[in-house]
């Protein structure tokens, strides 16, 4: 794979991350580690009457139990539960097998004081395990372990960097976001100045992303100007302003907002509808307020 395969699937990555939920979040995982660790990882599924013994999955090597916990609210009185039931359960089901407790979960904001707090009496109530909760930077690692091959599994088929597209495979991208019904129209605004990137410290997998949409936004331009009907590009926009809005006033960081993004443009599916759902988007990067624009004082001069 060359840079920009890598790029579509660390996107693709994060935005599962960041959007599974509940049975589907422990699957996930699952399917990660097992590609990640190979026969040292065991998913453990409930069966029956014995339930899965509060275990979503086992590492043999370092005697670790993993437990998936992905709501779709997380609440200090709900997690002390999660880690009580699962960590107590855990230990009476596999005395002779668990080293290691392990939480994952899908919220990188941090835990809170009395979250920490409950963690350390429980690691005094047991003190021959070792208890964890993983998050973010932990599955990354376990993504980096991927082979090309587990990739393609996981995530589909990527563009590289010669793929290329015609007008027609925007035809669907379009479609999609037209559906969306922003709340007003508002002109387009100017495009923004080359130090955008900069002003929004995007990372250097979603500056790739952009990068090679970039290259193919010409089609996206030629699409709007000669088929599309006027208002449809200041309606879609309206629609990328909304969401944009939207995620920042969740407060997450840039790269978040990026990803849920990349997934409102419909980047997903077959490498051609990727590619031009990428030039999509940064069509409207460059043309709408998604992202902050650069202060004056920071606009390069010529």
């Keep these: 794979m060359d840079s920009v395969s890598e790029a579509f699937h660390m ?84 005395p002779d097998f668990i080293k290691e407790w392990v939480l994952v979960h899908n919220d990188d904001r941090g835990i809170s004081p009395a979250v920490a707090a409950h963690l350390d009496s429980k690691k005094k109530a047991y003190p021959n395990v070792s208890i964890e909760l993983w998050t973010k930077p932990n599955l990354l690692e376990l993504f980096s372990k991927l082979s090309a091959h587990a990739k393609l599994s996981m995530f589909g088929p990527a563009p590289r960097h010669d793929t290329g597209y015609s007008l027609q495979d925007l035809h669907p991208v379009i479609s999609a976001l037209e559906s969306r019904d922003p709340i007003q129209i508002l002109d387009m605004p100017l495009p923004p100045s080359p130090e955008k990137l900069d002003k929004n410290d995007l990372s250097t997998d979603a500056r790739e992303l952009l990068k090679f949409g970039r290259r193919r936004v010409r089609l996206v331009e030629t699409h709007f100007a000669k088929t599309a009907p006027v208002e449809l590009g200041e309606r879609i926009a309206e629609a990328f302003r909304q969401r944009y809005a939207e995620l920042r006033s969740l407060e997450l960081n840039p790269d978040q907002i990026f990803d849920h993004l990349c997934n409102f443009a419909g980047v997903s599916g077959e490498p051609a509808r990727r590619s031009a759902a990428t030039a999509v988007l940064l069509y409207f990067f460059d043309r709408c307020d998604i992202f902050e624009d650069p202060d004056d004082g920071e606009v390069a001069t010529s």
């Excluded at 939920?21 to 026969?39: D, I, M, N, V, Y």
Aim: negative net charge; charged residues 30%; glycine residues 10%.
């Design 11 to 94: 996107n693709s990555f994060k935005v599962a991350l960041l959007e599974k939920k509940g049975t589907e979040f422990q699957r996930w995982f699952a399917e990660l580690a097992g590609h990640a660790w190979g026969s040292d990882f065991q998913s453990v599924r409930p069966y029956g009457s014995q339930g899965d013994w509060k275990c979503d999955g086992r590492r043999i090597r370092t005697g670790t139990i993993f437990q998936c916990y992905a709501p779709d609210s997380m609440t200090d009185r709900k997690m002390i539960e999660k880690i009580d039931a699962d960590l107590d359960g855990a230990v009476e089901n596999w």
